[in-house]
């Protein structure tokens, strides 16, 4: 079963940037698809990005053009590059198969002050 440990969340001005990684351990992530997802209070966890075993990327609306997912199969890492980020922003951010099929990691937090 594979595990995952977020990290490189924080609290940052509105504008700024974060790189978020998420270090899978326990078997290989090269064949799955992963997204990041995050939760914001009071609200659904959401999928903000996705990368395929090919590399193939894509977005939810609301980060398209200011997030880019990125991945490292051999060092078993999913990285999310967040730029330009807004308060709106402010959720903690979790990594997981695009199904979910992973444990659920303790997430990172991101906070984006006005």
């Known amino acids: 079963q594979v595990q995952v440990v977020e990290s490189g969340g924080g609290l940052v001005q509105a504008g700024g940037s974060l790189r978020l990684s998420c270090a899978a351990s326990?078997?290989?992530?090269?064949?799955?698809?992963i997204d990041w997802y995050r939760q914001a209070p009071g609200k659904q966890r959401e999928s903000v990005a996705s990368?395929?075993?090919?590399?193939?990327?894509t977005y939810a609306d609301s980060v398209k053009g200011r997030f880019t997912i990125s991945r490292d199969n051999a060092k078993r890492t999913v990285y999310l590059q967040m730029n330009s980020l807004k308060p709106e922003d402010t959720a903690v951010y979790y990594c997981?198969?695009?199904?979910?099929?992973?444990?659920w990691g303790q997430g990172t937090q991101v906070t984006v002050s006005s």
């Open positions: 990368v395929t075993s090919a590399g193939i990327t």
């Open positions: 326990g078997s290989t992530i090269r064949f799955n698809t």
């Open positions: 997981n198969t695009h199904f979910g099929g992973w444990a």
